[in-house]
């Protein structure tokens, strides 16, 4: 199991010259393509995992199923991934899931939360970054949300921020992301963002 470091900054838009700058500056290093990403977040019937989010409990969770690419037409073949916020640290725990349907249509049983079921889709586009070898940034940008409805189509609705979040498994960077990355920090969750927005 290993834990993490995460911070995450809010990116205002005309910002974003500045920032690719300070990449630059910073030598900073693509590892993987920009990428779509697209997640499908599950809940209880009491909304306890967004309760937590929202009032910053611990230990909380996050689980999504989440798959790659521009168009998706099915969750099937993709990672069962579940967020884990504790006292010791932030950590994820990733399943590869073949076949989604059983899911999708009868939810997923955790020990915690209990029977959880598809709640919100959300799908934004990725930029990586690596810089001082370990310290990985990432960049999300057109973001949206649309709550999920097997039945029907739905709309998205678009979020206005773009986020900036650094993550490291060694505490000896810390120090370093706290005083060079000079961008506004915020507390981000999309997920929260998306329940508040939808419903």
């Known amino acids: ?20 700058m300070w990449l630059d500056k910073n030598n ?6 920009k990428r779509r990403i697209n997640s499908l977040y599950l809940e209880n019937e009491n909304s306890t995992m967004f309760k937590d989010s929202v009032e910053g409990s611990l230990p ?15 969750y099937n073949n993709s990672n069962l991934e579940c ?23 009868y939810g997923f049983f955790d020990k915690d939360y209990g029977n959880c079921l598809p709640k919100i ?19 999300d940008t057109a973001i949206c949300y649309k709550r999920y409805n097997k039945n029907f189509k739905n709309y998205p ?3 206005d921020k773009i986020i ?10 810390t120090n370093f992301i706290n005083e060079n ?3 506004e920090e915020t507390r981000f969750s999309k997920y929260c963002n998306a329940f508040e927005k939808i419903f």
Do not use: C, W
């Open 83 to 105: 967020k884990i916020n504790s006292v010791e640290g932030r950590f994820k725990k990733i399943t590869k899931i073949i076949s989604a349907n059983k899911i999708l249509k």
């Open 157 to 159: 609705v678009q979020e």
């Open 28 to 33: 900073a290093e693509n590892i993987y393509k």
């Open 121 to 139: 889709e959300i799908s934004y586009n990725r930029e990586y970054f690596k810089i001082f070898n370990n310290i990985r940034l990432t960049l």
């Open 164 to 173: 900036l979040e650094a993550k490291t498994n060694d505490t000896d960077y």
């Open 60 to 74: 909380r969770k996050k689980i999504r199923i989440r798959k790659y690419g521009l168009k998706i037409s099915d």
């Open 1 to 20: 199991m290993s834990f993490r470091i995460e911070k995450k900054y809010n990116i205002h838009p005309v910002k974003l010259p500045q920032l690719y």
């Open 181 to 183: 990355i000079f961008f």
